[in-house]
């Protein structure tokens, strides 16, 4: 348990809460201390666990695929690098399937690198939710969340990033006036009502990466928010509850991590097909 | 639910890990596996190629074996045929050896009658000479009937 003897509002609002480094309203810059000084920081701040856990976990990721790459051999595979082929092999079926044959050689490693980081920022969640907060809490470090993925920061930033890229490639394959037409004749495809499709398409194009970013948060934090609460049950209560929800919760960590790589594929390929739809 | 600066602290982030992926790990490991992939493609042509060269080598090996076969059976007549032929000839060259040897013989045969007879011939008008002497008991003029003797052992 946080602190000592929070109440139980205090303790659930102690595990939502990231580690902020900001800047104060006098101008310099700290580590946030209350949630009035979070609020007080507004815009120009930073999570650091955020940061922390999702740049540790991208950089063992790209590590361990690093050192397979670089002696990856034709040969036989030894594990590690059957692990990883299996891993690439998944996301290419996936690309194949959905984006096609088209060559492109952004989107197999932007699938990889979404479905495996992804994947360990949500597995960060099976860990317990007292250990690594109370740890650093013993380290001197106030709040410490864990899982990368239950700060919208994290999944919208993703999310965005991958919106970027669907603007990039609707002006590369359809060029500046295509795209602008595509925007306006659907889904009607009559000049009065040109004006209605615009907005349609706006809504359609601004819900896109937020439902994208915003699925994943809302899963993550929905499953840790779980673990959070039985986390208050007395000790001898916990484990017949936090065994099932734990078993159930790995299910949701793949599906997430693939659901987010499978929905960038989707509107990569959206923004790749010029006829009509 | 903060939206701040860290948002693009992990746009920043995710671009930089995409791009890393990009050009240090996805091309290696892709390379891996297509390279693998078309060993493995060599691989199993190779083998249905070797399949099928044994099977032709095989029905070649059973075509020469067939040959082989007919051809040893044909010597076999041939050999028979000539084993025949040679004791055909050598019973042929034995009857000629033991006919020429029975003609031998017979000359000699004959020969030696011959030389019995000549030898009884000459013996004989001596034995018929005695003979009339004792008869007559008195000597008979040999010159005179020398002749005559001489035609009588003529006719012997």
């Known amino acids: ?277 | 639910m903060n939206i701040n600066a860290t948002l693009f602290g992990q746009m920043i982030t995710f671009a930089l890990f995409v791009l890393f992926c990009m050009k240090f790990i996805w091309p290696f490991l892709t390379q891996a596996m297509r390279e693998r992939q078309d060993t493995i493609r060599e691989g199993l042509e190779n083998a249905a190629t070797a399949e099928k060269h044994l099977e032709q080598a095989n029905q070649a090996a059973d075509v020469e074996l067939e040959k082989a076969k007919t051809q040893a059976a044909e010597l076999i007549n041939q050999a028979r045929n000539r084993a025949n032929q040679i004791i055909e000839e050598a019973k042929g060259q034995a009857h000629e050896e033991a006919d020429r040897i029975i003609q031998g013989a017979q000359a000699e045969i004959d020969q030696e009658i011959n030389r019995a007879r000549e030898a009884l011939r000459s013996r004989v008008s001596d034995l018929a000479v005695e003979g009339a002497e004792k008869i007559l008991e008195n000597s008979i003029d040999r010159n005179v009937h020398e002749r005559m003797l001489n035609n009588l052992s003529a006719q012997l």
């Open chain 1, 1 to 277: 348990m946080a602190g000592d003897n929070p109440t139980t509002q205090e303790y659930i609002n102690h595990h939502l809460t990231n580690l902020v480094y900001g800047k104060r309203p006098d101008g310099t810059w700290d580590f946030a201390h209350s949630s009035q000084e979070i609020t007080d920081m507004g815009f120009w701040a930073i999570h650091v666990d955020t940061m922390f856990w999702s740049i540790s976990l991208g950089v063992l990721f790209l590590g361990i695929f690093l050192l397979v790459a670089r002696r990856a051999t034709s040969g036989v595979p030894g594990g590690l690098q059957n692990a990883c082929e299996m891993a690439v092999e998944f996301v290419e079926d996936n690309v194949t399937q959905v984006f096609g044959t088209r060559p492109n050689a952004l989107i197999g490693p932007l699938s990889l690198t979404i479905l495996i980081w992804v994947f360990l920022m949500n597995l960060m969640d099976l860990v317990p939710v007292d250990l690594i907060p109370r740890a650093a809490q013993l380290a001197g470090v106030s709040h410490f969340k864990v899982v990368p993925t239950t700060d919208p920061n994290a999944t919208l930033g993703m999310s965005i990033g991958v919106f970027f890229l669907v603007l990039y490639y609707n002006f590369k394959i359809k060029g500046a006036t295509g795209f602008a037409l595509g925007l306006v004749t659907h889904p009607i495809p009559h000049w009065s009502m040109y004006w209605f499709n615009f907005i349609l398409e706006m809504v359609d194009m601004v819900t896109k990466p937020m439902s994208h970013g915003l699925r994943l948060f809302g899963n993550l934090y929905a499953g840790e928010m779980i673990f959070i609460l039985i986390a208050l049950f007395p000790w001898y209560a916990q484990w017949p509850l936090s065994l099932p929800w734990a078993l159930f919760h790995i299910l949701i960590i793949c599906l997430q991590a693939f659901v987010f790589m499978i929905l960038t594929i989707v509107y990569l390929t959206q923004a790749h097909e010029t006829g009509e739809h």
